[in-house]
Nanobody
């Protein structure tokens, strides 16, 4: 059974840090492009970051460049999103997913099975 589980969210003050984890089961994460999305209340889902399977290239949306870092640990079959210098506008539910391509950011999820349960990130001012 294919499953993705995001974790590591929480409540943090502005300027703080969190590390989100995206753990996979039923498939090897390293074989897939993996993206992080976030959705704030009343807003559309947006791609935040992604990492390519074939070359490890990464992509970040402009608002998180220099603050967020995506990485992978093949031994743990887990992708991470290190989030530093958090801002209240980063507050959202964060999801990870296997995506079709990371060339211009995470846009299309590979299939419903490859969409992980989200984790809430709340940044207080």
């Amino acid at each position: 059974e294919v499953q993705l589980q995001a974790s590591g969210g929480g409540l943090v003050q502005a300027g703080g840090s969190l590390r989100l984890s995206c753990a996979a089961s039923g498939f090897t994460l390293d074989d897939y492009n993996i993206g992080w999305f976030r959705q704030a209340p009343g807003k559309e889902r947006k791609g935040v970051s992604c990492i390519s399977a074939n070359d490890g290239n990464t992509w970040y949306t402009d608002s998180v460049k220099g603050r967020f870092t995506i990485s992978s640990d093949n031994a743990k079959n887990t992708v991470y999103l290190q989030m530093n210098s958090l801002k209240p506008e980063d507050t959202a539910v964060y999801h990870c997913a296997a995506i079709v391509s990371c060339d211009s950011g995470p846009k299309i999820v590979l299939a419903n099975d490859f969409w992980g349960q989200g984790t809430q990130v709340t940044v207080s001012s």
